[in-house]
């Protein structure tokens, strides 16, 4: 089992900035991608960045050159900085940790983005 918590959404206004966190724990030794996603009201959860199994970092077209994915290993946390926001980025964005027989998710954090 991996657990994961979110933190670091909020009310920002376009053109503002925010970092997101998501921390890992239990098995988190068996984690081998993790990234982040997003989901507006009314719509379909969506990729937005991550690491893949191979440790290199994706991207959705629509928030690449603004939204940068880190990782600190000793901590079992990645980070999503999120620059340049937009009103369309508001969403609940979800951390998603893949292991080899599926994956697990955080509980979400709400981003808003004021225009």
């Known amino acids: 089992q991996v657990q994961l918590v979110e933190s670091g959404g909020g009310l920002v206004q376009a053109g503002g900035s925010l970092r997101l966190s998501c921390s890992a724990s239990?098995?988190?030794?068996?984690?081998?991608?993790m990234g982040w996603y997003r989901q507006a009201p009314g719509k379909q959860r969506d990729f937005v960045a991550g690491?893949?199994?191979?440790?290199?970092?994706n991207y959705a077209e629509s928030v690449k050159g603004r939204f940068t994915v880190s990782r600190d290993n000793a901590k079992n946390t990645v980070y999503l900085q999120m620059n340049s926001l937009k009103s369309e980025d508001t969403a609940v964005y979800y951390c998603n940790a893949g292991v080899h027989t599926g994956s697990y998710w955080g509980q979400g954090t709400q981003v808003t983005v004021s225009s």
């Open positions: 690491f893949s199994s191979a440790g290199t970092t």
């Open positions: 239990g098995s988190s030794f068996s984690i081998k991608r």
